[in-house]
């Protein structure tokens, strides 16, 4: 555990940090790194002080409650509005208690920035006047609202405010002595500092935006703690409640809230604030048995509970000092395995009472269900983000932009003309990628000039794929702004690695204005790369890699060792499991061929067939919709494709004549790829199970051996080559697919 926070601490993933392993009252503590490193070095200390973040959930909020619920002030299955009438409002009635302490409300992930408000009640205001997005107990959906909502309900009813009411009856009682809101300037020096805020280190003041807007205390962040307070808070619910003679809770409020309290068919399983078992579970690791429990902080903190082996675990950090770049996410997930793996002759694996795994149910994560509605979610690109920030990053810098048609903000202004007019920079060139500056050409490059501004272009699909030393003289950074499509073989992230290589070579900073990935960043799928790289196939990443581009820069910078200065400019309100149309986004086809939401979901898969002897529908209105060959039966195809029954396509028998690409004006006899659930269908598969089918029927016209040009993975070929099944070639990526996860795990940015 030692080994694992150094390394994050030296690979700048953190500053320092706090940890606390604990089995039957045996601990093993200690501080490591800086809680500080602007404006200068401080070391951290056990008795460090952290802004707690999203703990605040279920050291403040949720016990708040549970007292309450004791003292017969709260009903758990009663509506919310009977604590706040104002809540009552858009569908929000049938909302309970329980529906807000297990996130099954219905409600957004958070409250909106814009206009910009202030002030507690403001907040409380804008939370009443919210429209779900979901009937309550549809679906899980992690949000701060619901518990802005459960802090003012513990306002309403007890009287006086969050902070006093857990103060009063929880941290006082239990001898926590450094955890509370609102901390007192004697504390100061002791306080972890995380993030610069217009021109001020937050320092003693919370980091979330919503909370700091409330005024430092509000249900869903706020407190400050340190890591023996929350051992002692960790005693008392390993406890049953009590501690040191004094009681907090009743045995069964405690089994409330570390027991699966989510509705039935919703299958993240939650209990009354705490996690148990959803995508949020990452301090349980590879060990600690299902039924176990804990949280998460924003700000790099987390703990987790083991009542099976008595251990609890417990690391804090201010992962964002000083710039917000931190990642702790890797580092909790080792930390977890290794606190488990420290505990010596218990078998986690035979716990008495932990849960059996999921079953998936007909409601999952990616069902529609599960989605937002349409018009909701407004997430904002790298390019709008930085100019929300008034183009700060770029001040007082020479910069050369890499980007085409696709590099708008969601107003679907230019970002040429917006760094052309923003202040304090300068914008000296243009670089183009493949199809050019506008996006329109499908074939080689010339450089040229700019029309609108003047400004040189050069270009990166022509004679040359890197920018020229000459090229890049006269700059102090380069910025990448091009949308990409979320597979590997497509050449905008070839582009990227390259740019990158290059910036560090010439020593210049290099940004990434990140964006969507519009086929969502859930689904790895495809086999790793497993040959040469090349410009189709820049990186060792499989087919369908569900990262952002900013996220494949971070992986580039460090597993090529080009050490750039690089910076990620990051997407805000962006989920992994969100398709591009549910960003709120413009869509802009970021390719001549590539035309809509639906041929990105079907390209990892249908593009890796285009260099064999097939159309893919390229000179159609349909491009990767459709494939067909003079040789092919359409009817007879179509036939073995739907026998296959793949999930999520069908496929018609269709005839058409492409006006461009492989075998332009002859007539081609195919199929019509239909996408019925997206969610369901695996692209990859699609384009594999097609290779097989046509090895199959017309092996001597299909052209088996150029199919592994865009795969670029020998084995899976030959399995094709040999009638392998499908499942046997899935198989055979599952060793690298994994350790591509575990790779992926360190460079990813968002939940």
């Given at each position: 555990?030692?080994?694992a926070?150094?390394?994050?601490?030296?690979?700048?993933?953190?500053?320092g940090?706090?940890?606390w392993?604990e089995?039957h009252g045996t601990?093993?503590?200690k501080?490591?790194?800086?809680r500080?490193?602007v404006p200068?070095?401080?070391?951290?200390t056990?008795?460090t002080?952290?802004?707690?973040?999203?703990?605040?959930?279920?050291?403040?909020?949720t016990?708040?409650i549970?007292?309450?619920?004791?003292?017969?002030?709260i009903?758990?299955?009663?509506?919310?509005?009977?604590?706040?009438?104002?809540?009552?409002?858009?569908g929000k009635?049938a909302?309970t208690?329980?529906h807000?302490?297990?996130?099954t409300?219905?409600l957004?992930?958070?409250?909106?920035?814009?206009?910009?408000w202030?002030?507690?009640?403001?907040?409380i205001e804008?939370?009443?006047a919210?429209k779900?997005?979901?009937?309550?107990?549809?679906?899980?959906?992690y949000s701060?609202?619901?518990f802005i909502v459960?802090?003012e309900i513990?306002?309403?009813?007890?009287g006086v405010r969050l902070d006093e009411?857990?103060?009063?009856?929880?941290?006082q009682?239990?001898?926590?002595?450094?955890?509370?809101f609102?901390?007192l300037?004697t504390k100061l020096p002791?306080?972890?500092?995380?993030?610069?805020?217009?021109?001020?280190?937050?320092?003693?003041?919370?980091?979330?935006?919503?909370a700091?807007?409330?005024?430092g205390v509000?249900?869903?962040?706020?407190?400050?703690?340190t890591?023996?307070?929350?051992?002692r808070?960790?005693?008392?619910?390993l406890n049953?409640?009590?501690?040191?003679g004094v009681?907090?809770f009743k045995?069964e409020?405690?089994?409330?809230?570390n027991?699966v309290?989510?509705?039935?068919?919703?299958?993240?399983?939650?209990?009354?604030?705490?996690d148990i078992d959803s995508?949020?579970?990452?301090?349980?690791g590879k060990?600690?048995?299902?039924g176990s429990?804990?949280?998460?902080g924003f700000?790099?903190t987390?703990?987790w509970?083991?009542?099976f082996?008595?251990t609890?675990w417990?690391?804090?950090?201010n992962?964002?000092?000083?710039?917000?770049k931190?990642?702790?996410?890797?580092?909790?997930?080792?930390?977890?395995?290794?606190a488990?793996e420290?505990?010596i002759?218990?078998?986690f694996a035979?716990a008495?009472?932990?849960?059996?795994?999921?079953v998936p149910?007909?409601v999952?994560?990616?069902?529609?269900?599960?989605r937002?509605?349409?018009?909701?979610?407004q997430?904002?690109n790298?390019?709008d983000?930085l100019?929300q920030q008034?183009?700060?990053?770029l001040?007082?810098l020479r910069?050369g932009l890499?980007?085409n048609?696709?590099g708008?903000?969601?107003?679907?202004n230019s970002a040429?003309?917006?760094?052309r007019?923003?202040p304090?920079m300068?914008?000296?060139a243009?670089?183009s990628?493949?199809?050019?500056?506008?996006?329109?050409?499908?074939?080689?490059?010339a450089?040229s000039?700019?029309?609108?501004t003047?400004?040189?272009?050069?270009?990166?699909y022509?004679?040359?794929?890197s920018?020229?030393?000459?090229q890049l003289r006269?700059?102090d950074?380069?910025?990448?702004?091009?949308?990409?499509?979320?597979?590997r073989?497509?050449?905008?992230i070839?582009?990227?690695?390259n740019?990158l290589?290059?910036?560090?070579k010439?020593?210049?900073?290099?940004?990434?204005?990140?964006r969507v990935?519009?086929?969502g960043?859930?689904?790895?799928?495809?086999?790793v790369?497993?040959?040469?790289?090349?410009f189709?196939g820049f990186?060792?990443?499989?087919?369908?890699?569900g990262?952002?581009?900013?996220?494949?820069?971070r992986?580039?910078?460090?597993?090529?060792?080009?050490?750039?200065?690089?910076?990620?400019?990051?997407?805000?309100?962006?989920?992994?499991e969100?398709w591009f149309?549910?960003?709120?986004?413009?869509w802009?086809?970021p390719?001549?061929n590539?035309?809509?939401l639906?041929?990105?979901a079907?390209?990892p898969?249908?593009?890796?067939?285009e260099?064999?002897?097939?159309?893919?529908?390229r000179?159609?209105?349909?491009p990767f919709e459709v494939?067909?060959?003079?040789?092919?039966d359409d009817?007879?195809?179509?036939?073995e494709?739907n026998?296959?029954?793949?999930?999520g396509?069908?496929?018609?028998p269709?005839r058409?004549?492409?006006?461009?690409?492989?075998f332009k004006?002859?007539p081609?006899a195919g199929v019509?790829?239909?996408?019925?659930?997206?969610d369901?269908?695996?692209?990859v598969?699609?384009?594999i199970?097609?290779?097989?089918?046509?090895?199959?029927?017309?092996?001597?016209?299909?052209?088996?051996e150029?199919?592994?040009?865009l795969?670029?993975?020998?084995s899976t070929?030959?399995?094709?080559r040999a009638?392998?099944s499908?499942?046997?070639i899935?198989?055979s990526?599952?060793?690298?697919?994994?350790?591509?996860?575990?790779?992926?795990?360190?460079?990813?940015l968002y939940?």
């Open positions: 555990m030692d080994a926070v150094l390394a994050a601490i030296s690979s700048n993933q953190i500053p940090g706090v940890l392993l089995r601990a093993y503590r501080a490591y790194g800086y500080a490193l200068g070095k401080a070391p951290m056990e008795n002080i952290f802004d707690a973040a999203s703990l605040t959930k279920i050291v403040a909020t016990p708040a549970m007292r309450l619920i004791e003292q017969g002030k009903n758990l299955e009663a509506p919310a509005q009977s604590y706040l009438p104002e809540f009552r409002s858009h009635e909302i208690v329980r807000l302490l297990t996130h409300s219905g957004r992930p958070g409250l909106s920035s814009t206009p910009l202030s002030g507690y009640d403001k907040a804008l939370a009443c919210e779900p997005l979901n009937a309550p107990g549809a679906v899980f959906r701060d609202i619901n459960l802090g513990v306002r309403r009813v007890s009411f857990a103060t009063r009856e929880i941290f009682p239990l001898k926590m002595s450094d955890t509370g609102l901390p300037a002791r306080i972890a500092p995380t993030e610069r805020f217009e021109g001020e280190m937050l320092h003693g003041k919370v980091h979330d935006p919503t700091r807007r409330m005024g509000a249900g869903h962040a706020g407190l400050f703690t890591a023996a307070d929350l051992a808070f960790c005693r008392m619910m049953g409640g009590s501690l040191d009681r907090i045995p409020t405690v089994k409330l809230m027991s309290q989510s509705p039935a068919g919703v299958p993240s399983r939650r209990g009354l604030g705490w995508g949020y579970s990452r301090p349980r060990h600690f048995p299902l429990y804990g949280h998460t700000t790099g987390c703990l509970i083991d009542p082996s008595r609890f417990v690391f804090l950090s992962r964002v000092h000083p710039d917000g931190g990642n702790v996410l890797p580092l909790q997930a080792a930390l977890a395995s290794l488990a420290a505990v002759g218990f078998n035979g008495i009472g932990a849960l059996p795994p999921r149910p007909e999952t994560a990616n069902s529609p269900a599960n937002p509605q349409a018009g909701v979610v997430v904002l790298g390019i983000v100019v008034e183009f700060a990053p001040k007082g910069v890499i980007t048609h696709t708008t903000d969601r107003h679907r040429i003309d917006l760094l007019a923003a304090d300068k914008l000296v243009l670089f990628p493949e199809h050019g500056i506008r996006g329109a050409l499908d074939e080689k490059v450089d000039v700019d029309e609108k003047g400004l040189p272009i050069h270009s990166l022509g004679q040359t794929r920018p020229k030393p000459d006269d700059l950074a380069l910025v990448f702004d091009i949308q990409d499509i979320g597979c073989f497509y050449t905008y070839s582009t990227m690695g740019c290589e290059a910036a560090a010439a020593k210049l900073k290099f940004f990434v204005l990140d990935n519009p086929i960043g859930v689904v790895i799928d495809g086999p790369l497993n040959g040469e790289t090349s189709t990186h060792p990443i499989p087919v369908r890699h990262m952002t581009v900013g996220e494949l820069a992986m580039f910078n460090v597993e090529r060792a080009f050490n750039a200065d690089l910076t990620v400019i990051p997407l805000q309100g962006w989920r992994r969100f149309d549910e960003t709120g986004l413009p802009i086809n390719s001549p590539m035309r809509s639906t041929e990105a079907l390209y898969g249908i593009g890796l067939l260099t064999t002897a097939l159309s893919v529908g000179g159609t209105g349909t494939i067909g060959a003079p040789y092919i009817v007879k195809l179509a036939a494709l026998h296959l029954t793949l999930q396509v069908r496929f018609v269709i058409f004549t492409p006006n461009a690409s492989v004006d002859r081609c019509n790829i239909l996408l019925t659930d997206r369901q269908c695996g692209a598969d699609v384009g199970a097609i290779a097989r089918t046509l090895q199959r029927l017309y092996p001597a016209e299909f052209g088996l150029k199919f592994d040009r795969l670029v993975h020998r070929v030959e399995a094709i009638g392998r499908l499942a046997e899935r198989q990526w599952t060793i690298d697919l994994d350790e591509f996860k575990k790779r992926r795990e360190a460079y990813l939940r």
